[in-house]
């Protein structure tokens, strides 16, 4: 099964500082990479997506990096915010096509 | 009501109990997904319904019976199920063919504990 790899599992960045999430795809066929972001009790929701065509994305704090040649992709959250605090999951998929290959999450803590 | 909305939001059945969970979204949405979120792996999907339509098992076990009577509501029956069953279980709606990316609308799950 194609997978998506996402690394670290767990994240502790102090308040102000910067949260990297790195993931990995293997299926060249996805054109379409989103991250949801879940909080305690809560159902994952989207934060933030990126397609191929471009090497970075950025929406306020939140910056995906994209490089195709080496099937990475990372999530950059600026000045981390205590509220930032969640755990993330990396996806891949097809455009419209709705089976999205999600990755394991990474718990963000981040300190006061 | 807004969104997905999931219900009951815990549930502890025994291994011998017959149990549903349900789903009920109010976006308007044409496809609806069953996903499975165990600690430290990846969300599993298990079943879409596009459009009432069952267009995808992905190889779930029998003792998991999906059911879509209309666009909006979703249900997972569950009956004699293992304890490895136990995990959180997310319903998502989505708009399939807007011509854009599959955005994922998330309910808050069911917690399922299974003794």
């Known amino acids: 099964q194609q997978q998506v790899k996402q690394s670290p599992q767990s994240l502790i960045v102090q308040k102000g500082g910067i949260s990297i999430i790195n993931c990995a795809y293997e299926n060249t066929a996805f054109d379409y990479f989103p991250w949801y972001q879940q909080f305690p009790g809560k159902g994952p929701a989207l934060l933030i997506a990126?397609?191929?065509?471009?090497s970075e994305k950025k929406e306020g704090r939140f910056t995906i990096s994209f490089n195709k040649s080496a099937k990475q992709f990372s999530l950059h959250i600026m000045d981390s915010q205590p509220g930032d605090s969640a755990t993330y999951f990396c996806?891949?998929?097809?455009?419209?096509?709705?089976?999205?290959?999600f990755g394991k999450g990474t718990l963000l803590t981040v300190n006061p | 009501e807004t969104g997905v909305t999931q219900t009951p939001r815990h549930l502890v059945m025994g291994m011998t109990n017959k149990k549903s969970l349900k789903c009920e979204q109010h976006?308007?949405?044409?496809?609806m997904y069953w996903y499975k979120q165990s600690a430290k792996k990846p969300l599993e999907l298990m079943f879409v319904?596009?459009?009432?339509?069952?267009?995808e098992n992905n190889s779930v076990p029998s003792r998991f019976s999906p059911e879509c009577p209309n666009s909006s509501h979703l249900f997972l029956h569950l009956h004699t199920l293992q304890p490895e069953d136990s995990a959180l279980y997310l319903c998502?709606?989505?708009?399939?063919?807007?011509?854009?990316?599959?955005?994922?609308?998330f309910g808050a799950g069911s917690r399922l504990t299974v003794l």
């Open positions: 319904y596009n459009f009432k339509e069952q267009t």
């Open positions: 996806a891949g998929g097809r455009g419209s096509n709705y089976k999205l290959t």
């Open positions: 990126i397609r191929p065509d471009v």
């Open positions: 976006l308007g949405h044409n496809a």
């Open positions: 998502a709606s989505s708009q399939e063919g807007a011509g854009g990316a599959n955005v994922l609308t």
